[in-house]
Structures are given as structure tokens and as C-alpha cells.
């Protein structure tokens, strides 16, 4: 049994505008997300980030970067935006 997701307000809205635009980005972002919660041991694009984002944790889905912390039963996504913008909120 895998972990928990939790998508927040803003990440579900960001996920749902990249399907409209992106039907299969937003498959793979899904997919990713939903591989690392029932395999974290297996060998995924992670690195836990610094600065005003110190803490947290992206994956990296082809263009584009999931922003999100974990603890044993949950995973809580963050933000979900292309690669250019990740980082400049």
C-alpha cells in the first residue's frame, strides 16, 4: 500500500489547466505521481530544494516540475508548473 495524495487547491487547478492545453503532459504528471507514492524506493528526478522553497521537494515530470513534501503516509503536492516558472513565484 502506497502513500496518500493530496493535491492542494492550487495544484489541482494548475493540474487541471495543463490537461486542457496538454492532455498527455497531465497523464504523465499523474502517473508519476501516483508510481513514487506506491514505489519511493524506486529511482525517480528528486531533489529537495532550498531558498524560500527550503524544505520541500520536486519531481521532475518531462517540462515539468511537481513541488511537494512527504511524511510516511502522506504526499502533499504543492504546485505543478512548467519548467521556465517553477521557481519564480
Not at 487547478?13 to 497531465?26: G, H, P, T, V, W
Not at 525517480?44 to 515539468?64: P, Q, T
Request: proline content about 1%; hydrophobic content about 35%.
Amino acid at each position: 500500500m502506497g502513500k496518500l495524495i493530496q493535491y492542494s487547491e492550487k495544484a489541482a487547478k494548475q493540474l487541471r489547466k495543463i490537461f486542457k492545453s496538454d492532455k498527455d503532459s497531465a497523464r504523465m504528471i499523474v502517473k508519476a505521481v501516483e508510481d513514487y507514492a506506491e514505489h519511493p524506493d524506486k529511482r525517480y528526478d528528486i531533489k529537495i530544494l532550498k531558498g524560500k522553497f527550503e524544505d520541500l521537494k520536486r519531481l521532475r515530470v518531462g517540462n515539468y516540475r511537481i513541488i511537494f513534501d512527504e511524511n510516511l503516509v502522506i504526499i502533499n503536492i504543492y504546485e505543478i508548473k512548467h519548467r521556465q516558472g517553477a521557481y519564480n513565484d
